[in-house]
């Protein structure tokens, strides 16, 4: 059974920082082969990208997040990051970690974590 669990998500004031881990379990190939994302939602809005790598550890951030967060890797633990720093009260939202492999029709979500960032 897969599982991605997330982590890391709490309050925290404007300009401060946070860190979210997602790890995976139950999947049956390679970690190498798989990419992540992080999306989050905010009350009232749709659910958008904030930042992806792929397995060959290319990154790709929204406008909105660059030079802030940053996204990566650790394959030998199973585990993505985001790395927020300088968070804005813009940021407040649930994040959901993604998991990806188009190749066999692999695409996985956690459950989310709230970000709260407070002004």
């Known amino acids: 059974q897969v599982q991605l669990v997330e982590s890391g998500g709490g309050l925290v004031q404007a300009g401060g920082s946070l860190r979210l881990s997602c790890v995976v379990s139950?999947?049956?190939?390679?970690?190498?082969?798989?990419?992540w994302g992080w999306y989050r939602q905010a009350p009232g809005k749709q659910r958008e990208l904030v930042a992806d790598?792929?397995?060959?550890?290319?990154?790709n951030y929204a406008d909105s997040v660059k030079g802030r967060f940053t996204i990566s890797r650790d394959n030998a633990k199973r585990t993505v990051f985001l790395q927020m720093n300088s968070l804005e009260p813009e940021d407040t939202a649930v994040y959901y970690c993604?998991?990806?492999?188009?190749?066999?029709?692999?695409?996985?979500w956690g459950q989310g974590t709230q970000v709260t960032v407070s002004s």
């Open positions: 790598i792929t397995s060959g550890g290319t990154t």
């Open positions: 139950g999947i049956t190939f390679s970690i190498y082969t798989m990419g």
């Open positions: 993604n998991a990806v492999r188009r190749t066999v029709g692999f695409d996985f």
